[in-house]
């Protein structure tokens, strides 16, 4: 109740913000509004207790990290290596690459591998209209014969068609727990014959921790091309340049195995 | 004095804090550095190895001095949020001969780490972070990765107003300040490359000179606050020849004496290796 009335005799000295007040000379305040100066340390202490971050100790931190870090297997053995040993929680995974080569099909896959083999919920954000159920049911009878089993798979899937920045920003507050965030992007290249390099510029660049190029492998005009290549070109723990070859099949992603025919993508 | 206030903190803090010289003598192009009240920003896009280096800077901070380590406590901000603590204790668990857990955890004892979500948070977070260094003598290190991550944020919130939009980093820049000059600390703080290397002559004539002489893709756009209290800048970036078995490199200016030196270093699973 002490606090009633500072409010109007802040804003005559123009602290309008907790920065403003937190950082200015308390003696002059305590002077210049006539309040006691222990009030005001007092104030002082419980506005930065409030908005200020904590800082963890390091070992509570790892103790913290131990018991609830996971690493989730995407379900194709290949991916796995070159992400070392899968998606990590608490990280951000890009996908980049071309139209047509592949992502939203992987991107599919591991849903359904987690959701099926992994039995864990999946939270499908789709801005480019690409997610579609059928597709899904369809990877999930090939990888498992119980239909029943097949229906609970599709019910821990949640998707939710973003159109615009808010509203993923408005998904996303949604979420609170623990998990591991998987986002493709388009590819773009500095000049025709310079590298690959992720679009949305230099400062999303930084964002992801891990980021996988996809690209399709050299055509034959004799058959649909279902196979893709996976480079590893941004980790934390591996080095870059790791290859794998992918086969986005109708059964959905899987390590490189005799083409069968595909019923359409 | 109250009676519960530990002789041992008392005689530290008299003595005053460690020294930090053999830190890591690679990263510095004169000897005897970094001192106390150094502010070191180093420079680079994603992907050069800036992160691994603070592993590498907070390992050999936090490690015993029986495992090479400077027993000294180390204070990182992280702004970023990329963090990987299980890095970190890979890193650890190479250098210490004999690693077990509880070990590690000894050393992850020295090691203080909160994250920030926007300037405004990173300032009141550097306020209330005060009272930390009064009481840890031996914290010795402050670490921000990165000092960059709410430029383009700053900058929308700031509306027309040029002033607004820096106002917080300056706030920022002139506390952390205060802060090493008044706890002795060491300041490193990384940068992100966000910008294209700039091909206007209203830069300043040093930017010049170093840009024509070690072709480092730096373009100023934090601001003047921050800019005039870094005492050693350091660009890290990606060697073009596969060839080499260094795959990164490492320019370093001392900015008061001009001086500049390079060296180039790999990363390994037990970390920066030069």
Same mark, same amino acid.
């Given at each position: 109740?002490?606090?009633?009335?500072?409010?109007?005799?802040?804003?005559?000295?123009?602290? *309008?913000?907790?920065?403003?007040?937190?950082?200015?000379?308390?003696?002059?305040?305590?002077?210049?509004?006539?309040?006691?100066?222990?009030?005001?340390?007092?104030?002082?202490?419980?506005?930065?207790?409030?908005?200020?971050?904590?800082?963890?100790?390091?070992?509570?931190?790892?103790?913290?990290?131990?018991?609830?870090?996971?690493?989730?297997?995407?379900?194709?053995?290949?991916?796995?290596?070159?992400?070392?040993?899968?998606?990590?929680?608490?990280?951000?995974?890009?996908?980049?690459?071309?139209?047509?080569?592949?992502?939203?099909?992987?991107?599919?896959?591991?849903?359904?591998?987690?959701?099926?083999?992994?039995?864990?919920?999946?939270?499908?954000?789709?801005?480019?209209?690409?997610? $579609?159920?059928?597709?899904?049911? +369809?990877?999930? +009878?090939?990888?498992?014969?119980?239909?029943? /089993?097949?229906? @609970?798979?599709? +019910?821990?899937?949640?998707? =939710? &068609?973003?159109?615009?920045?808010?509203?993923?920003? &408005?998904?996303?507050?949604?979420?609170?727990?623990?998990?591991?965030?998987?986002?493709?992007?388009?590819?773009?290249?500095?000049?025709?014959?310079?590298?690959?390099?992720?679009?949305?510029?230099?400062?999303?660049?930084?964002?992801?921790?891990?980021?996988?190029?996809?690209?399709?492998?050299?055509?034959?005009?004799?058959?649909?091309?279902?196979?893709?290549?996976?480079?590893?070109?941004?980790?934390?723990?591996?080095?870059?340049?790791?290859?794998?070859?992918?086969?986005?099949?109708?059964?959905?992603?899987? /390590?490189?195995?005799?083409?069968?025919?595909?019923?359409?993508? | 004095?109250?009676?519960?206030?530990?002789?041992?903190?008392?005689?530290?803090?008299? @003595?005053?804090?460690?020294?930090?010289?053999?830190?890591?003598?690679?990263?510095?192009?004169?000897?005897?550095?970094?001192?106390?009240?150094?502010?070191?920003?180093?420079?680079?896009?994603?992907? $050069?190895?800036? $992160?691994?280096?603070?592993?590498?800077?907070?390992? &050999?901070?936090?490690?015993?001095?029986?495992?090479?380590?400077?027993?000294?406590?180390?204070?990182?901000?992280?702004?970023?949020?990329?963090?990987?603590?299980?890095?970190?204790?890979?890193?650890?668990?190479?250098?210490?001969? +004999?690693? $077990?857990?509880?070990?590690?955890?000894?050393?992850?004892?020295?090691? *203080?780490?909160?994250?920030?979500?926007?300037?405004?948070?990173?300032?009141?977070?550097?306020?209330?972070?005060?009272?930390?260094?009064?009481?840890?003598?031996?914290?010795?290190?402050?670490?921000?990765?990165?000092?960059?991550?709410?430029?383009?944020?700053? &900058?929308?919130?700031?509306?027309?107003? *040029?002033?607004?939009?820096?106002?917080?980093?300056?706030?920022? %820049?002139?506390?952390?300040?205060?802060?090493?000059?008044?706890?002795?600390? %060491?300041?490193?703080?990384?940068?992100?490359?966000?910008?294209?290397?700039?091909?206007?002559?209203?830069?300043?004539?040093?930017?010049?000179?170093?840009?024509?002489? =070690?072709? =480092?893709?730096?373009?100023?756009?934090?601001?003047?606050?921050?800019?005039?209290?870094?005492?050693?800048?350091?660009?890290?970036?990606?060697?073009?020849?596969?060839?080499?078995?260094?795959?990164?490199?490492?320019?370093?200016?001392?900015?008061?004496?001009?001086?500049?030196?390079?060296?180039? *270093?790999?990363?390994? /699973?037990?970390?920066?290796?030069?």
């Amino acid at each position: 109740m002490v606090y009633q009335g500072l409010a109007s005799k802040f804003s005559s000295l123009m602290l *309008f913000a907790v920065v403003d007040f937190v950082s200015s000379d308390l003696e002059d305040v305590a002077q210049k509004c006539s309040l006691s100066y222990k009030a005001l340390v007092a104030v002082r202490r419980v506005l930065l207790a409030q908005f200020s971050a904590f800082p963890a100790n390091g070992a509570d931190l790892y103790e913290e990290l131990k018991s609830s870090t996971a690493i989730l297997s995407t379900g194709i053995p290949s991916l796995d290596k070159l992400l070392d040993s899968g998606l990590y929680t608490g990280e951000v995974t890009e996908l980049m690459g071309a139209p047509g080569s592949g992502k939203t099909q992987v991107c599919l896959s591991i849903a359904a591998s987690m959701s099926l083999g992994l039995k864990q919920h999946v939270l499908f954000l789709d801005s480019t209209g690409g997610f $579609t159920a059928s597709r899904l049911y +369809q990877m999930l +009878q090939a990888q498992a014969e119980d239909e029943e /089993e097949q229906l @609970e798979a599709l +019910q821990r899937v949640q998707v =939710t &068609r973003v159109f615009d920045v808010y509203e993923m920003l &408005r998904a996303l507050q949604e979420l609170r727990d623990s998990l591991s965030q998987q986002v493709t992007n388009q590819v773009t290249r500095d000049s025709s014959a310079g590298p690959l390099k992720p679009a949305l510029g230099r400062s999303w660049s930084f964002v992801p921790s891990t980021r996988v190029l996809l690209q399709s492998k050299e055509a034959t005009w004799e058959k649909t091309n279902t196979q893709r290549v996976a480079s590893l070109a941004k980790s934390p723990r591996q080095p870059t340049g790791i290859q794998v070859v992918l086969d986005v099949g109708s059964g959905g992603a899987q /390590e490189l195995s005799p083409v069968t025919p595909t019923q359409g993508l | 004095l109250a009676a519960g206030f530990g002789r041992a903190e008392l005689l530290a803090r008299l @003595e005053g804090r460690s020294s930090l010289k053999n830190l890591e003598p690679y990263l510095f192009a004169e000897e005897g550095f970094p001192v106390h009240g150094d502010v070191v920003e180093f420079h680079g896009p994603e992907g $050069t190895g800036k $992160t691994e280096m603070l592993y590498h800077l907070i390992a &050999r901070c936090i490690l015993p001095k029986s495992g090479g380590g400077l027993e000294v406590e180390v204070m990182f901000i992280d702004t970023d949020y990329h963090f990987d603590m299980l890095r970190l204790v890979t890193i650890l668990e190479h250098r210490l001969a +004999q690693s $077990t857990e509880e070990m590690i955890k000894q050393c992850l004892g020295k090691l *203080f780490l909160v994250n920030c979500n926007s300037s405004t948070q990173l300032l009141l977070t550097l306020y209330s972070l005060e009272n930390m260094f009064c009481t840890h003598p031996s914290l010795c290190l402050l670490v921000l990765d990165s000092i960059s991550a709410f430029y383009w944020i700053d &900058r929308s919130n700031g509306g027309e107003s *040029f002033n607004l939009q820096e106002m917080n980093l300056k706030k920022c %820049a002139e506390f952390l300040e205060k802060l090493v000059r008044e706890y002795h600390l %060491a300041l490193f703080a990384t940068t992100q490359t966000i910008m294209q290397k700039s091909t206007s002559s209203a830069e300043s004539s040093f930017s010049l000179k170093l840009q024509h002489e =070690t072709d =480092t893709d730096y373009r100023p756009y934090l601001c003047k606050s921050w800019q005039q209290m870094v005492t050693h800048r350091i660009f890290f970036s990606k060697q073009s020849n596969s060839g080499n078995s260094k795959a990164f490199s490492v320019i370093s200016c001392h900015i008061q004496k001009k001086h500049v030196v390079k060296r180039s *270093f790999s990363i390994a /699973e037990c970390g920066v290796q030069f």
